[in-house]
Every structure is written in structure tokens, then in C-alpha cells.
């Protein structure tokens, strides 16, 4: 099995709208790196029931990705 990658810290994250300013507001901020830690938590249970099903590690890091990848915006920039 390939080693893990670093841990990924979401409380780094500095937020950015479409023309560079940064985001500010404390709520939205905090939605954000909720939202994160929960897509986390679930892509690393969906990684490790693969595993234990026997599943290739590169190959189900390569669907998350694919998967991160495909999501599509509903509010297009005007």
C-alpha cells in the first residue's frame, strides 16, 4: 500500500471570492471548514470499507479524485 499523504489542515484554508477578495464573514468561514471536515470524515469511511472489501488503495484515491473532479457549480458566474 502507498504511504498516506500529509495531513490535510482545513483551518489554513484561506477562503477567496471569484475576484480575489477574501472572505471574512466568521459564519461562512465556519459552514466552509464544517462542510470540509464532514466530506473528509466520509471519503476516508467510503477509503477504508474499500480497503477491507480488498479494493486497490491508488485506484480508490484516483475515483475520490474523479469524483471531487465531476462536481459541477449550479450557480454559473454571470
Not at 26 to 31: A, D, G, Q, T
Not at 49 to 76: F, H, T, W
Amino acid at each position: 500500500m502507498s504511504k498516506p499523504s500529509e495531513p490535510f489542515d482545513i483551518e489554513s484554508i484561506t477562503w477567496r471570492q471569484p475576484d480575489g477578495e477574501l472572505v471574512s464573514c466568521e459564519e461562512k468561514l465556519l459552514v466552509l471548514h464544517e462542510n470540509l471536515d464532514e466530506i473528509r470524515q466520509e471519503c476516508q469511511d467510503a477509503f477504508e470499507d474499500a480497503v477491507l472489501m480488498g479494493c486497490d488503495e491508488a485506484q480508490i484515491r484516483e475515483v475520490l479524485e474523479k469524483l471531487v473532479r465531476s462536481i459541477q457549480n449550479p450557480y454559473p458566474q454571470k
